[in-house]
């Protein structure tokens, strides 16, 4: 009602002006009379109107913002705190699976294929009979070699009985010595040969595909391939590591003994305890001069054989004494050029930025060093509709559902 005055001045300067022209002329009569009556309604209309409106001009507009506000409900997000534990400090590498063995089986022996004893990929055991090449052609051979053999062993024995009784020459028995040899070499060759028919599995291990089918004819070529084998309990891990950290951790005085394996993907949402642990079984004898990376491989039983050749894993050497730090999911960081932070909801439910110091990541955690406490509420959901200083309502992470 602030404006009362001015409305007040309005219609008194309206009501004058209607009264002025309704007034009459001193020297006429006052045959105006009901024009006069009609201005001074119109007067108290308009003042009331003017009045009224003046009233609400102010209070109307505040109550509806007023209204407005408690309609409009706070953000949500979830939130989780960080976990303590302590833990001790790892380089992070890639590598790469490989078989701890790896043979190519050809066909040594001419023939047609006769039998295949393994499907394409499954796993096979030492000694297994994979192929068998036509064995009834080199079996006759033999048979026909130890025949040949035979009579030249008869022979000798002959021309040795007669050589004792001065009945033949000396070059005859030499001759038939000869033979007997002959006879001996073309043998064994033949048993050999046979031998070849059957392509046996020289380790356990899984076999991959096929390159012929039964009725091919194989072993044209000096060298016929049927299939590859490879030992996969247990498997090589092959990674590198840069000479400077190579020289942090001692690897060329101490080297550890065991590093941990992880498969990529596999460790989210378990922590720390995840992968294997893998024997260091090999560490190269120079630094490659044009990655200044020197050449590592581990060792591990792969016993339930989840680990496959070409895949690739996350190996963790340790690098430092065990620390106590506070974990907290991977995901909830932000990185940007100032270094890694945090969104933490503070005591009065308003969103801070906190920059962090971070150090290796465990599983999907990634260790806190420096700027998070334990009872800090780190964002986890919703962070992509909050920005620092807005004020948040929090929830369960499963209420939240995907940000």
Request: some cysteine.
């Amino acid at each position: 009602m602030g404006n009362n005055n001015m409305a007040e001045t309005s219609t008194s300067g309206v009501c004058g002006n209607v009264a002025n022209r309704n007034e009459p002329s001193r020297n006429e009569p006052s045959r105006n009379e009901p024009g006069r009556h009609l201005g001074a309604t119109l007067c108290i209309v308009l003042a009331a109107a003017m009045a009224l409106a003046a009233c609400h001009d102010g209070s109307a507009p505040a109550a509806q913002s007023a209204q407005s506000a408690q309609a409009v409900p706070l953000p949500q997000v979830s939130v989780t705190r960080p976990v303590p534990r302590e833990v001790r400090e790892q380089l992070d590498l890639s590598g790469t699976v490989a078989p701890s063995a790896t043979v190519t089986l050809i066909a040594r022996v001419q023939g047609v294929l006769k039998e295949i004893g393994f499907a394409d990929g499954a796993y096979v055991k030492q000694g297994q009979v994979l192929f068998r090449i036509e064995p009834d052609t080199y079996r006759a051979q033999l048979t026909y070699d130890q025949s040949a053999l035979d009579n030249a062993n008869q022979e000798l024995v002959r021309q040795k009985q007669l050589t004792s009784d001065n009945a033949t020459s000396e070059s005859t028995l030499q001759k038939a010595q000869t033979t007997r040899d002959q006879a001996l070499a073309k043998r064994d060759m033949s048993r050999i040969n046979l031998a070849y028919t059957e392509i046996r599995a020289p380790f356990a291990g899984r076999i991959g595909a096929r390159a012929f089918d039964v009725g091919n004819l194989v072993g044209a070529s000096d060298s016929t391939k049927l299939a590859t084998l490879d030992r996969i309990q247990p498997v090589y891990v092959n990674f590198t590591l840069n000479e400077r950290d190579a020289n942090r951790i001692g690897l060329f005085t101490q080297p550890p003994r065991t590093v941990r394996v992880n498969v990529l993907g596999a460790a989210v949402g378990q922590g720390q305890g995840q992968g294997e642990d893998a024997a260091l079984e090999f560490v190269d004898t120079r630094v490659d001069p044009n990655s200044g990376a020197v050449k590592l491989r581990a060792d591990i039983a792969n016993r339930d054989a989840h680990l496959i050749p070409g895949m690739s894993v996350e190996v963790h050497i340790p690098a430092g004494a065990p620390q106590n730090v506070l974990l907290v999911p991977d995901t909830a960081l932000l990185r940007d050029q100032a270094g890694a932070s945090l969104l933490i909801v503070n005591g009065a439910g308003v969103i801070e930025k906190r920059a962090v110091v971070i150090g290796g990541l465990y599983g999907s955690q990634r260790a806190v060093t420096s700027g998070l406490t334990a009872n800090d509420q780190v964002v986890t959901g919703g962070a992509l509709a909050v920005a620092p200083g807005a004020k948040v309502q929090v929830v369960a992470a499963a209420a939240q559902g995907q940000s």
